[in-house]
């Protein structure tokens, strides 16, 4: 069974700092990865999409990178500012028999970015 | 563009009653997920449509069902309700269900009583 694993549990930075955030997971035959931004209280919004074949995707001040084999993706945000501050979900999908469609996630990163 | 929509925002029941909760992905996508995520558990998936057939359920009981009407639109039903199903229910939905990107509502509050 895919297990997907975010580290930290909680950043609290101060504005203008470049950051890593981590996630591992257990299962490397994957399709994609996808990072997600999540609000107190709302819905996800989608940050970027790795597919299995890409070693990177660039939104922005976001950078994501993928390694399938090791199973490890990092999101760098650069020049963090307070309306970063969020959580930040990885995702991945698995696209094997009874696993077909579902995304497996984190339990995300809960980032703050104070003035 | 529109994105995903859901209603209601909340929802309140008392246990043992039934909720339904409603989806509308982005014109354009035939599948659409549902997904549960209670206060300290993450987020689950509960359920995968694409052309208005179940794909696959995670694992949750049978009283959580659902379907996807002609227009691509969905409905999860809860019946029974209990105190721990209790939490956020995110829609999202997709162009095709292979590796899409999943773009997701802004979710439904479900609180039992």
């Known amino acids: 069974k895919q297990e997907v694993t975010q580290i930290p549990a909680a950043l609290s930075v101060p504005e203008g700092e470049n950051l890593v955030l981590n996630c591992s997971f257990t299962d490397s035959a994957i399709y994609n990865l996808q990072w997600f931004r999540q609000d107190p209280g709302k819905g996800l919004t989608s940050l970027l999409l790795?597919?299995?074949?890409?070693r990177e995707q660039t939104s922005g001040r976001l950078n994501a990178s993928l390694d399938k084999s090791s199973g490890r993706s990092t999101l760098y945000i650069a020049a963090s500012q307070p309306g970063d501050s969020a959580t930040y979900l990885c995702a991945v999908r698995v696209g094997r028999g009874s696993t077909l469609g579902r995304l497996y996630f984190g339990r995300g990163t809960q980032l703050t970015v104070w003035p | 563009e529109a994105g995903v929509t859901q209603s209601p925002t909340h929802l309140i029941k008392t246990r043992g009653q039934q909720a339904t909760l409603r989806c509308s992905p982005i014109s354009g996508h035939t599948s659409v997920y549902w997904y549960q995520q209670a206060l300290g558990l993450g987020l689950q998936f509960l359920l995968w449509y694409d052309e208005g057939e179940e794909r696959n359920r995670g694992n949750f009981p049978p009283r959580f069902s659902g379907r996807q009407f002609p227009n691509y639109s969905s409905e999860l039903n809860v019946n029974a309700l209990e105190l721990e199903d209790s939490a956020l229910y995110l829609c999202a939905s997709s162009l095709t269900g292979n590796t899409d990107t999943q773009y997701f509502g802004p979710g439904t509050r479900l609180t039992v009583l």
């Open positions: 790795i597919q299995s074949s890409q």
